[in-house]
């Protein structure tokens, strides 16, 4: 069967959806909602359809997002996610040429550069992505009292965060209101717990600084993003702490935080006798600018901003 290669059209959804179900099971849920969030899907969407009824075997999916550079300027990137080839298709190079037209799509586009995560790299290393690095680290939750602190630290809604996450980290997703609404709660879930600090000396409840963590897997707790306003990092130990009692409370044997360099500091208040980790499921290609971001100091993507 000679597939053919073509963008999505609207009559295709269904078929996507029962595509992405198929792939990746009970995690596909949320897929449909987060890919009604580009109103152009359809053109950034190459599937692989049969020559018969025009069904897609496989899909790659163009994510446009505001992604910000090494100098944390927003720039336009092409994500790649809902990438999926039915079982029965697979190893037909069927990817490999939806990666292609992909990649002369983003560029006619005029896209800055292309970002993906995967625990498959060598699907997309052959066509011009490359793996980058990024440090967690992993242990036991801190048992020890929080810190004296001129900070108080409450529980929040995520409506309260998009001030708080407008810093210019790189590599960091600049959200939309539809992003705080759709793509954050379907990646976190309705478990996960953020928390602010504020300024313990005066009756503002105006955050300052924020921290979120989820459940992920068994016992283990991720401390997922955080940030703070310039001047008052030092919220970042009260922070830190507020989520080590937690995963205490919840009886998680272990966290997972970045490791950036606002994180040090504060880590001894998540962590006792930590280990660190290097994650290699990003990768970048470079369209009409380099792909620096990823190496600069303080990058992070987070796990919310996931497509």
Known sequence: MN???RTAVPGDEPALHALWSECFGPTAAHLPALYSLDPGRHRRTFVAARP???TPDAVVVVVPRLVRGADGVPRRVGGLGSVAARPAARGRGLIRA????AVRAMEAEGF???LLFTDTPRVYEGAGWRTF???YAEGEPTRSAAPRSRYRVREAAPSELPRLHAAARPLT???TPEDWRVRVPSWYGPSALWLVAEHGTTTSRTPVGYAVSH???GQALSLAEFGSLPGTEDCLPALFAAHAAHACGEEAERIRVPLTPDAQPALPHLLQNPTWHTDRTGMVRDLHSPATAP???GAAYWFGDAF
Do not use: C, I, K
């Open 173 to 175: 997703a600049v959200r």
């Open 98 to 101: 939806l990666l292609g037209e």
């Open 3 to 5: 597939h053919v290669p």
């Open 295 to 297: 190496e600069a100091r």
């Open 52 to 54: 018969d009824d025009g």
């Open 112 to 114: 800055a550069w292309s």
């Open 133 to 135: 690095a990024r440090m």
């Open 215 to 217: 459940r992920t897997s």
